[in-house]
C-alpha cells in the first residue's frame, strides 16, 4: 500500500497523469496494467484489485469508502455517549442546472451554493452566490462513525459538478426541459463590488 494517495496532490476530480498512469494509491498496482476509474465517493483513482462495489450507473467505489466505519449503521447505539456521524456523499439535482457530488455529514440540503448562475448579492465588496434548490437526491455512498462527544461534523463539500443534461433545449411543455429555468444577476446591497477573479 503507498503511503500518500496521488490523487491528494490535486483539487478532488482533476486527475493528472501521476495519479492515472502511476500505482493505485490503495496497493501499488501499475496502473498501465490493470483498469482502474474514479471512486463515485472520494474521486480517488481506485484500481479494479481495490474496486469494492462496482455500479455500472455510478461507477466503482473504494474499499475505505465502502467501509461502514465504526458503526454499522443508525441502529447502533454509540459507546459511552459518543456521537453517531452520518457521512454521505450524494448525487443531487440543482435548480441552477448542474448535477453534483457532496459530501455531508448529516442529511441531504434543501439547497446548495454552486455557481453564480443564479446570480448573488454583493456586501461590502463580498460576493455571495444564490443557493440552487436541490431537485433531485441519490446516494452515491453512506456509512458510519462513532466518535467523541463534541466532535464537530466536517464541513460540506462540493466534489464535482457536470451539467444536468447532454443537450439542453426549450420544452414545449413550460416549466420543463430547460435548465436553469432562470438566470439571476448581481445585486449589490451597499453599492460595493467584488473585486474581479482572474480566469
Known amino acids: 500500500m503507498t503511503s500518500t ?3 491528494l496532490a490535486h483539487r478532488p476530480g482533476h486527475h493528472d497523469d501521476t495519479c492515472m498512469q502511476g500505482p ?3 496497493c501499488g498496482t501499475d496502473l498501465r496494467t490493470t483498469a482502474s476509474g474514479e471512486c463515485r465517493s472520494c474521486l480517488k483513482i481506485v484500481c479494479e484489485q481495490c474496486d469494492a462495489g462496482y455500479d455500472p450507473d455510478a461507477g466503482p467505489i473504494c ?3 465502502a467501509q461502514p466505519g465504526d ?3 443508525p441502529a447502533d447505539s454509540p459507546p459511552d455517549g459518543w456521537q453517531l456521524h452520518r457521512l454521505v456523499v450524494f448525487l443531487l ?3 441552477c442546472g448542474h448535477q453534483v457530488s457532496l459530501f455531508v455529514n448529516g442529511w441531504y440540503p434543501v439547497a ?6 443564479l446570480g448573488g448579492t454583493i456586501q461590502n465588496g463580498v460576493y455571495v452566490a444564490y443557493a440552487s434548490d436541490v431537485h433531485y437526491v441519490r446516494v452515491i455512498s453512506e456509512r458510519y462513525e462513532h ?3 463534541g466532535t464537530p461534523p466536517e464541513p460540506s463539500e462540493l466534489r464535482g459538478r457536470w451539467p444536468r443534461t447532454d443537450d439542453p433545449y426549450r420544452s414545449p411543455h413550460p416549466g420543463t426541459g430547460r435548465y436553469p429555468a432562470r438566470v439571476g444577476a448581481v445585486w449589490s446591497f451597499d453599492g460595493s463590488i467584488a473585486p474581479a477573479t482572474p480566469s
Open 147 to 149: 466518535r467523541p462527544p
Open 63 to 65: 474499499a475505505p469508502c
Open 5 to 7: 494517495h496521488p490523487c
Open 93 to 95: 439535482s440543482l435548480s
Open 71 to 73: 458503526g454499522p449503521g
Open 112 to 117: 446548495v451554493a454552486c455557481c453564480d448562475r
Open 24 to 26: 493505485c494509491g490503495y
